[in-house]
Protein backbone atom coordinates (compact mmCIF):
# COMPACT_ATOMS: atom_id res chain seq x y z
CA UNK A 1 0.00 0.00 0.00
CA UNK A 2 1.00 3.38 -0.93
CA UNK A 3 2.38 5.44 2.21
CA UNK A 4 3.75 8.43 3.25
CA UNK A 5 5.43 9.39 6.01
CA UNK A 6 6.45 13.38 7.07
CA UNK A 7 8.49 13.71 10.35
CA UNK A 8 8.14 15.91 12.65
CA UNK A 9 4.76 16.30 13.17
CA UNK A 10 5.97 19.95 14.69
CA UNK A 11 9.30 22.21 14.69
CA UNK A 12 9.80 25.33 15.98
CA UNK A 13 12.55 27.32 15.10
CA UNK A 14 14.13 30.70 16.19
CA UNK A 15 14.48 33.10 12.96
CA UNK A 16 17.76 32.43 11.28
CA UNK A 17 18.03 28.56 12.79
CA UNK A 18 18.07 26.26 9.36
CA UNK A 19 16.91 23.48 9.72
CA UNK A 20 15.31 19.98 7.57
CA UNK A 21 11.51 18.37 7.50
CA UNK A 22 11.68 14.67 6.04
CA UNK A 23 8.96 13.21 3.91
CA UNK A 24 9.84 9.01 3.51
CA UNK A 25 7.43 7.02 1.25
CA UNK A 26 6.21 3.50 -0.03
CA UNK A 27 5.27 4.04 -3.16
CA UNK A 28 5.01 1.44 -6.23
CA UNK A 29 6.73 3.03 -9.18
CA UNK A 30 7.01 6.53 -7.98
CA UNK A 31 6.59 8.98 -10.96
CA UNK A 32 6.64 12.38 -8.68
CA UNK A 33 7.24 13.67 -5.15
CA UNK A 34 5.58 17.26 -4.49
CA UNK A 35 6.00 19.35 -2.12
CA UNK A 36 3.37 21.70 -0.92
CA UNK A 37 2.80 24.72 1.71
CA UNK A 38 -0.39 25.27 3.12
CA UNK A 39 -1.71 28.28 4.91
CA UNK A 40 -4.40 28.45 7.52
CA UNK A 41 -7.48 28.85 6.17
CA UNK A 42 -6.06 28.33 2.62
CA UNK A 43 -5.18 25.75 0.15
CA UNK A 44 -2.16 24.18 -0.02
CA UNK A 45 0.47 26.17 -2.74
CA UNK A 46 2.64 24.25 -5.15
CA UNK A 47 6.14 24.61 -4.46
CA UNK A 48 8.27 21.32 -6.03
CA UNK A 49 7.59 18.61 -7.72
CA UNK A 50 10.68 16.08 -7.78
CA UNK A 51 10.90 13.29 -10.22
CA UNK A 52 13.92 11.21 -10.23
CA UNK A 53 16.66 10.12 -7.23
CA UNK A 54 19.70 12.72 -7.08
CA UNK A 55 17.43 15.49 -8.03
CA UNK A 56 17.10 18.54 -6.36
CA UNK A 57 15.23 21.99 -6.55
CA UNK A 58 15.32 25.42 -4.65
CA UNK A 59 13.03 28.79 -4.11
CA UNK A 60 14.59 31.08 -2.16
CA UNK A 61 14.91 29.54 1.06
CA UNK A 62 13.66 26.32 0.49
CA UNK A 63 15.65 23.50 -1.00
CA UNK A 64 13.80 20.32 -2.14
CA UNK A 65 15.71 16.96 -2.65
CA UNK A 66 14.75 13.27 -3.64
CA UNK A 67 16.67 9.95 -2.42
CA UNK A 68 15.23 6.41 -3.36
CA UNK A 69 13.36 6.28 -0.05
CA UNK A 70 12.57 9.86 1.48
CA UNK A 71 13.02 13.72 0.38
CA UNK A 72 13.69 16.48 2.13
CA UNK A 73 12.95 20.13 2.44
CA UNK A 74 15.63 22.43 3.92
CA UNK A 75 14.94 25.63 5.54
CA UNK A 76 17.82 28.38 5.53
CA UNK A 77 17.85 31.00 7.47
CA UNK A 78 13.58 30.87 7.84
CA UNK A 79 11.53 34.04 8.76
CA UNK A 80 8.47 34.13 10.44
CA UNK A 81 6.58 34.20 7.12
CA UNK A 82 7.75 30.54 6.10
CA UNK A 83 5.37 29.63 9.23
CA UNK A 84 3.23 27.14 7.41
CA UNK A 85 2.56 23.38 7.23
CA UNK A 86 4.38 21.35 5.08
CA UNK A 87 2.46 18.61 2.89
CA UNK A 88 4.62 15.97 0.95
CA UNK A 89 2.83 14.54 -1.52
CA UNK A 90 3.49 10.99 -4.04
CA UNK A 91 1.91 9.88 -7.32
CA UNK A 92 2.47 6.76 -9.13
CA UNK A 93 1.24 8.64 -12.23
CA UNK A 94 -0.94 6.02 -14.75
CA UNK A 95 -4.80 6.73 -15.31
CA UNK A 96 -5.15 8.65 -12.20
CA UNK A 97 -2.73 10.83 -11.20
CA UNK A 98 -3.67 11.35 -7.79
CA UNK A 99 -2.31 12.81 -4.99
CA UNK A 100 -1.40 10.33 -1.99
CA UNK A 101 -0.37 13.12 0.91
CA UNK A 102 1.22 12.94 4.31
CA UNK A 103 0.35 14.40 7.29
CA UNK A 104 2.08 17.20 7.23
CA UNK A 105 4.77 19.53 8.96
CA UNK A 106 4.05 22.24 11.11
CA UNK A 107 6.35 24.87 10.96
CA UNK A 108 6.35 27.62 13.55
CA UNK A 109 9.26 30.75 13.16
CA UNK A 110 9.38 32.96 16.39
CA UNK A 111 11.41 36.20 15.72
CA UNK B 1 -3.92 33.82 -14.50
CA UNK B 2 -7.27 32.98 -12.10
CA UNK B 3 -6.82 30.23 -9.87
CA UNK B 4 -9.01 27.86 -8.91
CA UNK B 5 -12.81 29.17 -7.31
CA UNK B 6 -14.28 27.16 -4.84
CA UNK B 7 -17.79 28.60 -3.10
CA UNK B 8 -19.20 28.67 -0.63
CA UNK B 9 -15.67 29.25 1.76
CA UNK B 10 -17.63 28.02 4.76
CA UNK B 11 -21.10 26.12 5.31
CA UNK B 12 -22.51 25.01 8.80
CA UNK B 13 -25.28 22.15 8.58
CA UNK B 14 -27.22 19.76 10.86
CA UNK B 15 -26.24 15.79 10.53
CA UNK B 16 -28.75 14.73 7.50
CA UNK B 17 -29.31 17.74 5.64
CA UNK B 18 -27.67 18.26 2.41
CA UNK B 19 -24.89 20.65 0.71
CA UNK B 20 -23.10 21.15 -2.12
CA UNK B 21 -20.04 23.24 -2.92
CA UNK B 22 -19.15 24.55 -6.19
CA UNK B 23 -15.54 24.74 -7.99
CA UNK B 24 -14.74 26.38 -10.91
CA UNK B 25 -10.97 25.44 -12.31
CA UNK B 26 -7.95 27.05 -14.20
CA UNK B 27 -8.78 27.82 -17.30
CA UNK B 28 -7.89 25.13 -20.02
CA UNK B 29 -7.25 22.69 -17.19
CA UNK B 30 -8.94 19.45 -18.21
CA UNK B 31 -8.45 17.34 -14.97
CA UNK B 32 -10.03 18.33 -12.13
CA UNK B 33 -10.39 16.78 -8.44
CA UNK B 34 -12.04 16.39 -5.42
CA UNK B 35 -10.21 16.26 -2.12
CA UNK B 36 -11.28 15.37 1.93
CA UNK B 37 -9.11 16.93 4.39
CA UNK B 38 -10.15 16.49 7.87
CA UNK B 39 -8.06 18.51 10.69
CA UNK B 40 -4.98 17.41 11.29
CA UNK B 41 -4.31 15.22 7.87
CA UNK B 42 -3.81 15.71 4.66
CA UNK B 43 -5.75 15.41 1.54
CA UNK B 44 -7.76 12.80 0.75
CA UNK B 45 -8.81 12.40 -3.13
CA UNK B 46 -12.71 11.68 -3.53
CA UNK B 47 -12.92 11.70 -6.99
CA UNK B 48 -10.99 12.71 -10.47
CA UNK B 49 -12.66 13.59 -13.69
CA UNK B 50 -11.23 13.64 -16.82
CA UNK B 51 -13.04 16.27 -18.83
CA UNK B 52 -16.54 15.61 -17.98
CA UNK B 53 -15.94 12.15 -17.19
CA UNK B 54 -14.79 9.79 -13.89
CA UNK B 55 -11.66 8.43 -14.05
CA UNK B 56 -10.83 7.40 -10.08
CA UNK B 57 -13.73 7.78 -7.57
CA UNK B 58 -12.76 4.28 -5.53
CA UNK B 59 -12.59 6.14 -2.45
CA UNK B 60 -15.89 8.30 -2.62
CA UNK B 61 -18.59 7.51 0.05
CA UNK B 62 -21.33 6.99 -2.90
CA UNK B 63 -24.32 6.25 -0.90
CA UNK B 64 -23.81 10.02 0.06
CA UNK B 65 -21.55 11.87 -2.02
CA UNK B 66 -22.41 12.39 -5.47
CA UNK B 67 -20.08 14.76 -8.10
CA UNK B 68 -20.62 15.75 -11.64
CA UNK B 69 -18.44 18.03 -13.90
CA UNK B 70 -20.48 18.90 -16.95
CA UNK B 71 -19.75 20.46 -19.98
CA UNK B 72 -16.13 19.52 -18.83
CA UNK B 73 -15.40 22.95 -16.48
CA UNK B 74 -17.55 23.55 -13.01
CA UNK B 75 -17.90 21.55 -10.86
CA UNK B 76 -20.42 20.50 -7.65
CA UNK B 77 -19.99 17.78 -4.97
CA UNK B 78 -22.73 16.94 -3.00
CA UNK B 79 -23.40 15.19 0.34
CA UNK B 80 -26.60 13.73 1.46
CA UNK B 81 -27.35 13.02 3.64
CA UNK B 82 -24.52 14.67 6.07
CA UNK B 83 -22.92 13.08 8.85
CA UNK B 84 -20.77 14.11 11.97
CA UNK B 85 -17.90 12.46 10.13
CA UNK B 86 -17.91 14.73 7.41
CA UNK B 87 -16.99 17.64 8.86
CA UNK B 88 -13.97 18.36 6.94
CA UNK B 89 -12.56 20.88 4.48
CA UNK B 90 -13.39 20.58 1.04
CA UNK B 91 -10.69 21.04 -1.52
CA UNK B 92 -11.01 21.22 -5.77
CA UNK B 93 -7.28 21.26 -7.50
CA UNK B 94 -7.14 21.13 -11.06
CA UNK B 95 -4.36 20.29 -13.92
CA UNK B 96 -3.37 20.66 -17.06
CA UNK B 97 -2.24 17.54 -19.25
CA UNK B 98 0.51 15.77 -18.94
CA UNK B 99 2.10 17.51 -15.63
CA UNK B 100 1.14 16.28 -12.68
CA UNK B 101 1.03 19.70 -10.62
CA UNK B 102 -2.34 19.97 -9.47
CA UNK B 103 -3.37 23.83 -8.33
CA UNK B 104 -5.84 24.07 -5.08
CA UNK B 105 -8.21 26.35 -4.43
CA UNK B 106 -8.75 27.65 -1.07
CA UNK B 107 -11.26 25.04 0.19
CA UNK B 108 -14.92 24.98 1.67
CA UNK B 109 -14.90 24.47 4.87
CA UNK B 110 -17.72 22.30 6.51
CA UNK B 111 -18.86 21.82 9.85
CA UNK B 112 -21.74 19.18 10.50
CA UNK B 113 -23.59 19.35 13.77
Known amino acids: EDQVTQSPEALRLQEGESSSLNCSYT??????LFWYRQDPGKGPEFLFT???AGEEKEKERLKATLTKKESFLHITAPKPEDSATYLC????????????FGTGTLLAVQP | EAGVAQSPRYKIIEKRQSVAFWCNPI?????LYWYQQILGQGPKLLIQ????????DSQLPKDRFSAERLKGVDSTLKIQPAKLEDSAVYLC???????????FGPGTRLTVT
Open chain 2, 93 to 103: ASTQGATYEQY
Open chain 1, 27 to 32: VSGLRG
Open chain 2, 49 to 56: FQNNGVVD
Open chain 2, 27 to 31: SGHAT
Open chain 1, 50 to 52: LYS
Open chain 1, 89 to 100: AVTHGGATNKLI
